[in-house]
């Protein structure tokens, strides 16, 4: 069956860097766009960025642009998404999804915090 499996998130202080990963199994990685998604406590679930299939087309929310870059492996099925300079309205938990089969990981969460 189809697995997301997010990794990588954890405590940072503002300013700091995270890379978040997400391995995939049970269909053919490289066939699907994938994204990113957050959700924050109290908010709803938000797109953070997307790219496609072939790693050639990358989206971003405005929020997170020149801050976060999306990327994928696909000899490793695995998406990732290189965060930097982390404030702490990026703290939510954090989650893959395949596009546009509607397969989500279990989430990590990230924390900005001092």
């Known amino acids: 069956q189809v697995q997301l499996v997010e990794s990588g998130g954890g405590l940072v202080q503002p300013g700091g860097s995270l890379r978040l990963s997400c391995a995939a199994s049970g269909f053919t990685f490289s066939w699907f766009g994938m994204s990113w998604y957050r959700q924050a406590p109290g908010k709803q679930r938000e797109l953070v960025a997307t790219i496609s299939s072939a790693g050639g087309s990358t989206n971003y929310a405005e929020f997170v642009k020149g801050r976060f870059t999306i990327s994928r492996d696909n000899a490793k099925n695995t998406v990732y998404l290189q965060m930097n300079s982390l404030k702490p309205e990026d703290t939510a938990v954090y989650y893959c999804?395949?596009?546009?089969?509607?397969?989500w990981g279990q989430g990590t969460q990230v924390t900005v915090s001092s």
């Open positions: 999804k395949t596009n546009p089969l509607p397969y």
